[in-house]
């Protein structure tokens, strides 16, 4: 099977940067990507690594190291409107089975 | 371009009722997906399609969910008779079939809100 795992609860202050890591185990890894999802909504598409290093998308960035099972999001320049929970999440196969990790609740405060 | 679309977005139904939730994938899309999040848990996946067939249906619960997609269109997902520990957020998402170098992006609907009573 699969399995990921995040922190559950992290707060930061609006302007930080914030570290959100996630290791997982599973079989025919085909890259890690990050999710965004505000209380009540839908899941949304942040980044997607297939490969190691580093990919940046504005404010946001994430990692991954295939050899440790591990990746990150780093958001930078945090805004009020960054409180939401952030889900990893690995797709398996060629059929793009996507399994999420617990997610992790991000509170952003003055 | 409509995104994924889900029916009801909000249903209250008594415990020992049937309700069935409905998904419309974003048009073109082989895969969809079920899921469901129940108190603000982890998003718990529960099966898949490739066009009409189920790829992966190991996330569901028991034999009162049944899922469908006839004619690899829309798919439709019946839980009966609903018990309290199915209220939650069910989430249907589809994505296009493409290549590992496209990424694993799936299109997530606004989510259907069960409350069983």
């Known amino acids: 099977g699969q399995s990921l795992e995040q922190p559950s609860e992290v707060t930061a202050v609006e302007g930080a940067i914030v570290q959100i890591n996630c290791t997982y185990q599973?079989?025919?890894?085909?890259?890690l990507s990050w999710y965004q999802q505000h209380d009540g909504g839908a899941p949304t598409f942040l980044s997607y690594?297939?490969?190691?290093g580093l990919e940046e998308t504005g404010r946001f960035s994430s990692f991954l190291s295939r050899s440790d099972s591990y990746g990150y999001l780093l958001l930078q320049e945090l805004q009020m409107k960054d409180s939401a929970s952030y889900f990893c999440a690995v797709g398996i196969g060629g059929y793009q089975k996507v399994t999420f990790g617990t997610g992790t609740k991000l509170q952003v405060i003055p | 371009e409509a995104g994924v679309t889900q029916f009801p977005s909000h249903s209250v139904i008594e415990k020992g009722q049937t309700v069935t939730l409905r998904c419309d994938p974003i048009s073109g899309h082989d895969n969809l997906y079920w899921y469901r999040r129940v108190m603000g848990k982890e998003i718990k996946f529960l099966l898949h399609?490739?066009?009409?067939?189920?790829?992966?249906e190991s996330g569901m619960p028991n034999n009162r969910f049944l899922a469908e997609r006839t004619g690899g269109t829309y798919s439709t997902l019946k839980v009966q008779p609903a018990e309290l520990e199915d209220s939650g957020v069910y989430f249907c998402?589809?994505?296009?079939?493409?290549?590992?170098?496209?990424?694993?992006?799936?299109?997530f609907g606004e989510g259907s809100w069960l409350t069983v009573v």
């Open positions: 599973t079989s025919g890894f085909y890259g």
């Open positions: 690594n297939a490969l190691d």
């Open positions: 399609f490739v066009k009409e067939s189920k790829q992966d």
């Open positions: 998402a589809s994505s296009p079939s493409v290549g590992r170098s496209s990424g694993n992006t799936i299109y």
